[in-house]
């Protein structure tokens, strides 16, 4: 019997790579990271925090980010030249 394209696929196994990032995802370290990302975003378009307006993982995780975005702007100089 075929499948119209109104049924909805069969949902994928526990073991499937996207329900574990989901899985991850929600949980309070996917929630963090995900709020953070927020965050890098909302800076990016110029948006002012202060220090005081995040926590201090948030501001560890805010640095990392920095780091690795610079990191790569500079690898990426690297690859034009």
């Known amino acids: 019997m075929e ?5 909805p696929l069969e949902s994928p ?7 574990q990032l989901q899985r991850h995802l929600g ?3 996917g929630q963090l990271i ?3 990302i927020d965050l890098d975003a909302a800076l990016q378009v110029g948006i002012t925090l202060r220090l005081s307006d995040v926590t201090f993982t948030e501001f560890l995780l805010l640095r990392q980010i920095a780091e690795e975005r610079d990191r790569a702007q500079v690898e990426e100089m690297k690859k034009r030249r």
Do not use: F, H
């Open 27 to 29: 949980s309070p370290v």
């Open 3 to 7: 499948k119209s394209a109104d049924e």
């Open 34 to 36: 995900s709020l953070v």
């Open 13 to 19: 196994c526990d073991g499937c790579p996207e329900q």
